[in-house]
């Protein structure tokens, strides 16, 4: 090959990983039309004993519909720039997280952080504090009595 023709490969083949979609994960959702997913890629080492090697890439992703939710499986594309770090667009959603479509039929269990952090009590939490620290300690921390001396 001639150094014109190589370099023309390598650019074909960096077009093609781009065209081809990721597998990912989406693990945040912190702003609108943006998520964080990741990319888990694994390869075989070539040492003594082998192995497999896995690694994990974060990347953020844009999703102009809005329509991805926490632990959906996602297939992303490489795009234009979106922002300095988002480079990646939402292909389509290959399998929605289950406990999300739960939630879609049930509202009233989906409690927001707020709606947690306001409540004291809530069933499965700890106790929150409150102001009078010494009633909640006494009422969950009973000292035990002492047994009679016979």
């Known amino acids: 090959h001639t150094p014109t023709t190589h370099m023309a490969s390598r650019v074909l083949d960096l077009l093609k990983a781009k065209a081809n979609p ?3 994960v989406i693990v945040a ?3 609108p039309k943006t998520l964080m997913c990741e990319v888990m890629k694994t390869k075989f080492v070539r040492t003594k004993y082998g192995g497999i090697e896995k690694t994990r890439t974060r990347l953020m992703v844009h999703d102009a519909k809005d329509e991805g939710r926490i632990g959906d499986e996602v297939l992303i594309k490489h795009s234009r720039p979106y922002s300095a770090r988002k480079r990646h667009i939402l292909h389509e959603i290959v399998r929605p997280f289950p ?3 739960f939630l879609d039929a049930h509202p009233e ?9 306001g409540k004291k009590n809530v069933a499965g939490d700890h106790v929150y ?10 009422a969950t921390h009973k000292e035990p009595s002492p047994q009679p001396q016979q």
């Open 109 to 117: 269990y989906n409690i927001t952080r707020a709606e947690r952090k």
């Open 29 to 31: 959702k912190n702003h």
């Open 22 to 24: 990721l597998r990912a």
């Open 129 to 138: 504090k409150s102001i009078d620290t010494e009633q909640t300690t006494k």
């Open 99 to 101: 406990p999300s479509a």
